[in-house]
């Protein structure tokens, strides 16, 4: 709770002056100074670290204060509490100059622990990371005095050897290696003491340790690991789980060969022509190599480890261990083999037999993954086929289990990492693609950038159009999941339940009405299905109107014209003529078959608009190849209100493409016959009716008939009379009341304007005409390319030539 | 391995409670606590030194900050949740948080690290608990560390209440995470070896 104590705390803190703050320091270097370090010195540096904190902008401390921090950090007479303070100030002023720490003399494991910690966080300018590694080394090198642990430096090491593996050096690694390889496999198997509570009658043998157990309470009968339980712990029991915590890493930076850091390409290791069948016997292993033999006793904790998965926990909180426990160890095994691969052949049916006491526990989900990755990565080499293994992924796991956020989350990225599966058109991987948007539609808002790396891998010329209708209905797609998680399971035995002359009543209903559930099998289906048509979803897309405002198929909604902008953006770089088309005709088609969210429709007629002039670009003679769809289109005046942005685009294509220059097949006749479509358009939207309310219609929508009509007309110049009288009755248009009433002035002026400018324009026919059909070889000049930019400029030029005083331009 | 680890007020669109506060704007998602592990080769030195050095990683962890409480708004509005808190339970207990909201996100590189980075983040009425972690790091493990930190947070800090320990006890904070996350390091606790951490940090179970 961000209360209002803490809101003033803060303030406080941030409008300390410097001055203040100098006094306030040399208060606690007093305090730090004198003999005793109590609450008052607690409380000070409480403040004082607050002060440091609570601003991002530097705070100045006085280099001899802040050696006095240091040094009582190291002290060894103080009490805890306030070392742990002097550290995070010391944290919370990094990267310092003034410091003079050093680990070299420091014995004591824990304030090692917490010296490097302020080490670690200077940056590494003076290769501070690399003298803290080798102090630790040092440490772990000899035999450690009584009541000092190995427990707390082993993190840091971890820590080191991720930022620079190579502060140590191949030896000092064999020596951590070796002794990893002891803890993990030569824990005691007793439990730990209590510690003796000391005082005249404490029996400190009173109670004998039994052996540790496993997670079901059974007594242990193998090695101790992470999932073995004890009353009370020892030393090297609690350096085995931080030797398994940190072996992964280990792995990466050690395992193989020569010096890998963790964020490297880690594909190595498969370079044995010949692969081991027998596996190395624990008895041999001694005489290994460190690396080697800590390779082999990791092996074995792994297998441990997934036994021990098996069993039912007590405590249920151990299940979640059990399963991330499982996790690491399928994932540290396909480490090992790609390392070794001697290792394969054991991994591989170990883990075949794993998957198959898994696969059917949806609690087990997120197992899969690395399993199905490891065979990814290994099957080959050892000859198994693990097909059904990527079946069962793909096909059953997202349409079970979308709604698990975090598998959900781990499912693309394992996509992702494995990208180049999608390319190979039968694969089970790409086939799959409408199994994995389910995520997408469940998940939007932390999927959406997953997606957006993740869709120019699905998209090619054979599932284009799937995708591209899949998108537009991807939030009719999440009201069907969501309709799909609250129905009760499908009852076998199909009762008459519905009538097929009965309208469903509810989504619910409709869930297993027979005239629906054909549709919603399909929007839910696993497998990609080109041939189906979406054509047929209309009626249950109205059906799920009453879900439209629900909040999640609102954040599904969001992320739909982003993804269409992908779309275009990718498909543009491989689609041919054909495809082009095709996506056109969809296109027009598909803007009268959208679920009916209004933003959702306006941004995805923004989107398609846009994308329909790029279409165009790449096509241009789909102006003329589509003749009879867009004839269709710009010919229906509902579509000038409900799809402007469309129609606008549309109407602009047909300006600029519908040419000779573009299409040799483009005739006069067809030149003709689109002109009579487009004026009989801005006849019935320009009409002044006598009685009737105007209606209004988008200004920029009739500034584009006129110009388009204009551009028609340059090419077809029999038609120059007809736009040129139409063109001058704009002005009566503009001028009369019931207009000037429903549109606004400004529109109006510039809608003149424009006629005016067009008007002139074709009073000299052959400029009209190249500035409106430009040669082809031309248009590549800057000029040409901003035509659109500068056609009004043009046009203004032009209109003065001819109006030399300014007559009814107004400003 | 975990890179950071950060302890956030969620902000939103209620007003700041403080007394005669003028301005009603939403409240701004702060950062009250949080833990810096390392930062990873590779990461472009700044110039301008220490200060901008310090500035950067500030900013950093707001930026990560603010990303959390986006995303937990976001799933909280899908999910329907009502923004009421839920009954806070006795503060001595450790609060069981399985319905809490929670959820993982990627940051691309550059933005705001310069390496890619996994967010996993839980969040408990109006505060929230972040791991930012490299990218193939063991998410089950991440959630299981998350599931633990906060409730000891909540009580340790007395977080629920009204005062302002989050900011003057950062040692409590730091005690906790060098038991559970110590130097970045996730790890596989099962539950007696959490108690035996509990009985070390001088916590009562009631198991």
Known sequence: MFTAAAESFLKQAREIQEEELRRFASRVAALLQGPELGPEAVDCLQRLHLAVAATKYPRKLDGKFVELLQTVLCSSKCPEQIQVLCAAILREMSPCNDLILSCDEIQDTKLLSLVSSVLLAQGNKKAEVSAVGQRIVKVLERRLPEGQSARYLLPVLSNIISVSPESLTEEQTNVVSKKMADWLRYASIQQGVSQPSGGFFSNPRTRQPGPVTEVDGAIATDFFTVLSVGQYYTQDQWLNVQAFSMLRNWLLCYGGKGLKTPNSDDKSGMDRSVMSMVSTTSTSSRLLPPKERLREKAFEYCQRLIEQSNRRPLKKDDGDLQKACLIEAVTIMDIICKQDSSYVYRAVSFLKILHSRICGDATYARALLPIAQFFLNHSKMAAVDSDAIYKHLFTDIPAQLFHNPSLAFEFVQFCKDNSQLFTETSSIFRQSFPNLFKFLAWNSPPLISEFVDLLPFLLDAGTAIEIFHLLLDLPCLTAALDIQLRSPALLTSERAASDPAVKPATCLEAFRHPLYKSMFQYLLRTKSAPEDAPERLTPLRQLLGSLASSPRVVQCAETVPVLLELFFRVVAEFADGPLINQLVVLLLQRSDQLYEIPAFKDDVYRVLSSQLVMLCKLHPALIVELSTEILEFSGTVSNIQNKEAIFTHVVWAIGEYMSVSYDKRCTVEQINRFFETLEAMLFEITQLRPLASTPSYAPRAISVLMATLTKLAARSQDLIPRVSMFLSKMRTFVQNPAVTSVYCEEDLEEILIRATELMNLLKMPSVAQFVFTPPVDVASTRFQREVNDSLPFALRIVTRLLEPTPGFMPG | ?207
């Open chain 2, 1 to 207: 391995m975990v890179r950071a680890f950060v302890l956030l007020a969620l902000g939103g669109p209620d007003p700041p409670t403080l007394p005669g506060s003028a301005h009603s704007g939403p409240a701004p998602c702060r950062v009250l606590y949080s833990r810096v592990f390392r930062t990873p080769p590779g990461t472009p030195l700044v110039p301008g030194g220490p200060p901008r050095q310090r500035l950067r990683r500030k900013e950093q962890l707001l930026a990560v900050a603010r990303q959390v409480a986006s995303q937990c708004r976001l799933l909280q509005s899908s999910s329907g949740r009502p923004s009421s808190p839920q009954l806070p339970q006795l503060p001595d207990e450790p609060i069981s948080l399985q319905d809490a909201p929670g959820g993982v996100f990627q940051l691309p590189p550059g933005d705001p690290f310069p390496q890619r980075v996994t967010v996993t983040w839980l969040s408990v009425l109006a505060l929230a608990f972040a791991l930012v972690c490299d990218p193939q790091e063991n998410l089950s493990l991440a959630e299981i560390t998350l599931r633990r930190l906060a409730p000891r947070l909540l009580a340790s800090l007395r977080l629920l209440g009204p005062g302002a320990d989050v900011l003057l006890r950062p040692e409590a904070a730091d005690v906790l995470l060098d038991r559970l996350l110590p130097h970045g390091q996730m790890l596989f606790l099962n539950e007696r070896f959490l108690q035996a951490t509990d009985r070390e940090m001088g916590i009562k179970t009631s198991r």
